[in-house]
Structures are given as C-alpha cells and as structure tokens.
C-alpha cells in the first residue's frame, strides 16, 4: 500500500507539471527544453525559504512560485517575440546555466550533493487535490478566449495576428502560465522527497514531459493526462527495466509520431457530451453488426 | 593603459585558448546550422549523435590503439551513419507529408533521448578517457603554453569548415543543397531529388557531429551526457544568426573567446550563467544575430 501511494504522489506531481507542458506545448506549439530548470528553482526557493527562512509552508510555496514566474518572464521576454524555435534553444541554455548555478551555490543549495532536510509535508491527498485542480484550471484555460487564441496561433501566427491577437502576449500568458504549474508541482516535489539535488532537473526531464504529452495526444488534455499518468508509473512499477526506460520511451514515441501522429486519443476530450456520443456510436456500430447476420 | 610583459602574455593564452574552443563549437554549430538551413527545425539530437559517435570511435578504434586519425573518422563515419539512421526514422515521413514543424521537433528530441539512452545502457555513468594521442601534450611557443590537443583540434576543424564551405558554394552538390534549403518544393520541381539532397545534408551535419564529439572527448573526457555541451553551439548559433552558416562559425569563435574570458575571471560555474545572458541581451539587441538573417516563420 505504501508503495502504491508513493507511486501515485510521484505521478501526480509529474501530472502538474505535464498539464504546464501541454498549455506550452500542445496549445501554443512552444517547446521549452528548461522546462525542468522551473522546477528546480520552485523546489530550491520553497525549500530554502521553509528551512533557511523559517516560513510556513503556504506562503513559502505561493511566494516561490511567484518568484519562479518572475524569473519566467525575465527568461520569456526576449524571446516570445520571436520564431518559436527560439524558445527551445534559449530555454535549455537556461536549464544548463540554472544546473551550473545550483552546483556553484554551495553555500546556500548544498552544491551537486544535494539540498538536505526539508521537512516532508506532501501527502498524496495534497498531491491529487493538486492535480485535479491543475488540470480543470487547463480545461478552464484551454476553453477561454486565451486558450482558442494559443489554438489559433499554434496553428499560423501570422493569420492570428491578422485577426487581431497579440500574439507575443498570448505567448507569454501561455508560458507564464505553464512555468508557474511547474514551479509549483517543484515546491510539492521537495516537499515529499525532503531532499533534491540539481542532476535531476536537466533537458532529459523536459524532454521526457514533452514526449509524455505527444505519446497521449498532443492536442488533447485527457490524452496528455492519460500519457503522463501511464508514462510516468510504467518505470515506477517496472523498476528492473530503469536503464531501458528512456530507449522504450523513445521508441514507443517515434512509431507514434510515423504512424499516428496525433497521438492516442487525437483530438479527443473527456467530456459528457463526447462520452455519449461515443457510446451511441458503439452501441450502433454493434447494432449494424447484429443486423446482418 | 600600459600592460605589462605577463599581461600580455596571459592574454595571448586566453585568445589561444578561446580559439580552441571556438573552433569546436564551430564544428557543433555548422552541424546544428545545415539541418537547421534545410529542414528549417532545430536539430536536438544533435548532441546525443555526438556522444554515439564519439563512444564507437572509442571502442571500435581508441580502445584498441588506433590513433588519433582513425579515431576521428571512425567518429565521423559513426556520426554519419546515425545521422542517416535518424533521418530515416524520425524525419523521413514528416517531411514528406509536410507535417506541422512542431514533430519535427518531438522527432529530434526522441531521437536524442534514444541515442543517450543506447550510450547509458552499454557504458552505465562513467566516464571514459581516450588515450593520449601526442607524444607531447604540449607546444611551447616563446613562452606559450598551447596544449597540442587544441592545436589539432584548431587546425582540422579549420580544415573541414574550409572543406564544407567549399562543397556548399562550388560544387553542383552544394548548389542543389541551397536550392533546397531555400525552396524544397520548387527545387523538386527543377529535377532535384530532394531527399537525396536532405540525406546528404544528414551525413554531413553527422560527421562534423561526430568529429566534435571526438574533440570534446579529448578536450574533455567522455561520459554519457556529454552531448549536452551541443548548448554552446545553440548559443553560437543564436549570437551569430540561427540558418546561417558564417554567423555560426563567427558566433562560435566569439563564444569560444568570451566563454575562456570569463573562465578566468569567473569560474566555471558563472561564467555558464554569464554565457547565457550575453545570448539573453543578444537577442533583445539584435535578434537576427551578427550574420543578419532572420529567419522569419513562414506563413
């Protein structure tokens, strides 16, 4: 039981980052390689205030995340003016130079050994809360006027632009968006490892986040959230398999992407509407199958 | 301002070492730039490409006392023959459908986790040495210390730069390769197999890939994410002008030349951070970079 419960707090907080992916990714077409340096420095600055600052643990968590956005933008702004391949390349120069600045910290991150002794307050009901409030506050995001905006320029920025969208703020409201989600399944990260050290946080991470929501269906929010959840307790539950992860993972990735590059679900939503019309379309395919014989 | 005999001595070193360094990142940056200029993505398995190929030459000839040479080109033909490898399974079927460049992107990052993850399986997370290829690690010139691995790695990166800018600009090769990095479709039309041309275009960018691995190994050693060092060539890229060639070897060198600068004030870990925020002012300032051409998305 324990174990189970660790698995699924793990892959919870994975789900919050993964849903910051998919308003990055799957929504706006931008794809952040640093995505994971969000993470550290959420998991670092509500560590650091917790046990060096001596704060609570809400206002430690809101106060990072806010500084996490801050850094965001700072990182965001020259960039979501330009060609969106900008954004991959100066995000993972900024998930390097945020590895090299935690290794170089020793004084106050604890260096390449890591960051000791955070108390450890994430319980797996905090982490589920969590989620399902991340992923209905995309649902919410994705079905606004914000969310068709990124839909629209996702699809031809130039067309977007002419139908009146700014699109260099959309982006940035997208991946402001998406970077605070990260900071903060970050804070619930440190909070339930108690301890976190910078060589978890490099471009493989980011990488693997993206590769989760293109394997359930990159334009869908139930298919990122299936992807995620089945990608991230797969190794959980195969742990001999660890080495072979990465190599499955990418091969699994690559079928999909030359034969069903949509995804698994496609364009596919959870919602009651689309649930009934599903079974109805079933039920009559099963209906036809009865009548010829 | 009046410099002194050891100033200036010192500074010399720096330009010397800066130079070495550039030079790889040249090679990583031209690699990174041709399938840039073509298939118009950013490549991000170029780093991991480099480190496959880097650790075969290491089994296939360093371990077994190939020298230097045979090393290199067993990088290189490695680097290519992956090359070739990815561009068959994860780009092949996208660019013929004309697919939407975000899966190019996917495609490439898959690709390079796949690479890593092949290399982390055979070596587990250790690092590896090449042998000592020189009989004398260093040259001493009137009282420069110039290491002779970076000589080396100056001078053949200097020769195979020279080498693809004169493929690229002279032969009919190079000409049918502009054709298509400007207009694929069009260049179809003109009777040129433009798969053909992007499959060369790979092997290309596979070998520069695999001789910068093999560099970076020496410079350095050689250990499963060493291909995350591809970020320097991204940042060259960016400074010089993302697609152009030209700008990738002057941002390289420029880089090269900042990067040992800062090394010596700073350290190793700022300099990362300052590294990255030279790039950050660059593109507020002059977002197409020093090469000038800004690569609009198309409509």
């Known amino acids: ?293 | 301002m009046f410099l002194g005999e050891a100033t200036k001595q010192m500074s010399l070193q720096i330009v010397i070492n800066g130079l070495a360094t550039g030079s790889v990142y040249a090679l990583i940056a031209t690699g990174f730039a041709l399938i840039f200029n073509i298939l118009k993505f950013s490549n991000f398995s170029h780093g991991a490409t480099m480190t496959a190929a880097a650790f075969t030459a290491y089994f296939l000839v360093a371990a077994k006392g190939g020298g230097l040479a045979a090393t290199l080109l067993a990088a290189a033909l490695a680097g290519a023959l992956i090359a070739l490898f990815g561009e068959f399974f994860g780009f092949r079927r996208i660019t013929l459908k004309h697919s939407s460049p975000t899966y190019f992107f996917v495609s490439s990052i898959t690709l390079g986790t796949l690479y890593e993850g092949l290399v982390t399986i055979r070596v587990g997370s250790n690092f590896y040495n090449f042998p000592s290829f020189f009989k004398n690690p260093t040259i001493r010139i009137s009282g420069l210390v110039i290491s002779t691995g970076d000589a080396m790695m100056c001078i053949i990166s200097l020769v195979a730069l020279i080498l693809l800018a004169y493929v690229i600009q002279k032969t009919r090769l190079g000409r049918a390769l502009r054709a298509v990095s400007f207009d694929r479709d069009t260049a179809q039309l003109m009777g040129i197999n433009s798969t053909r041309i992007i499959q060369l275009t790979f092997v290309i960018s596979g070998l520069l890939a695999g001789a910068a691995g093999t560099f970076l190994g020496i410079k350095y050693t050689l250990y499963p994410t060493l291909g995350s060092l591809v970020v320097k060539g991204f940042i060259a890229s960016v400074i010089g002008g993302l697609g152009s060639l030209v700008g990738a070897v002057i941002g390289a060198v420029l880089l090269g030349l900042i990067e040992t600068l800062l090394l010596s004030l700073l350290g190793s870990g700022y300099s990362t951070i300052a590294t990255f925020g030279i790039m950050l002012v660059f593109l507020l300032v002059r977002p197409q970079g020093i090469a000038g051409s800004n690569i609009q998305e198309k409509a």
């Open chain 1, 1 to 293: 039981m324990a174990l189970v419960s660790n698995i699924l707090t793990q892959v919870f907080i994975t789900l919050i980052s993964v849903v910051g992916v998919y308003v990055l990714t799957g929504l706006t077409g931008m794809f952040s390689l640093g995505q994971a340096a969000f993470m550290a420095i959420g998991s670092y600055a509500s560590g650091l205030l917790v046990v060096k600052g001596g704060m609570a643990l809400a206002p430690a968590i809101v106060l990072a995340v806010l500084m996490t956005t801050l850094v965001g933008y700072l990182v965001g702004y020259p960039v979501v003016r330009l060609r969106r391949d900008y954004i991959s390349l100066v995000t993972l120069g900024f998930g390097e130079a945020i590895a090299a600045l935690l290794n170089r910290m020793t004084s106050l991150t604890g260096g390449a050994s890591g960051f000791t002794g955070i108390p450890r307050r994430t319980t797996l009901l905090l982490a589920a809360v969590s989620a399902v409030a991340a992923i209905i506050l995309v649902a919410f995001f994705k079905t606004s006027k914000y969310g068709r905006q990124c839909i629209a320029l996702r699809g031809d920025e130039l067309a977007a632009k002419a139908m009146g969208i700014n699109v260099t703020r959309v982006k940035m409201t997208a991946f402001l968006l998406s970077v605070a989600l990260t900071a903060y399944s970050g804070c619930l990260y440190a909070f339930y490892m108690s301890y976190v050290d910078p060589s978890g946080f490099g471009w493989k991470k980011s990488a693997d986040w993206v590769i989760m929501v293109f394997f359930g269906g990159v334009n869908s929010l139930t298919g990122s959230t299936l992807g995620a959840f089945i990608l991230s307790a797969l190794p959980q539950v195969l742990r001999g398999l660890q080495n072979y992860r990465y190599v499955i993972y990418a091969v699994l990735v690559l079928l999909i992407i030359n034969f069903k590059p949509s995804g698994l679900l496609g364009e596919w939503e959870l919602t009651p509407r689309n649930l009934a019309r599903t079974a109805r379309s079933l039920g009559r395919k099963f209906g036809t199958r009865k009548e010829t014989h």
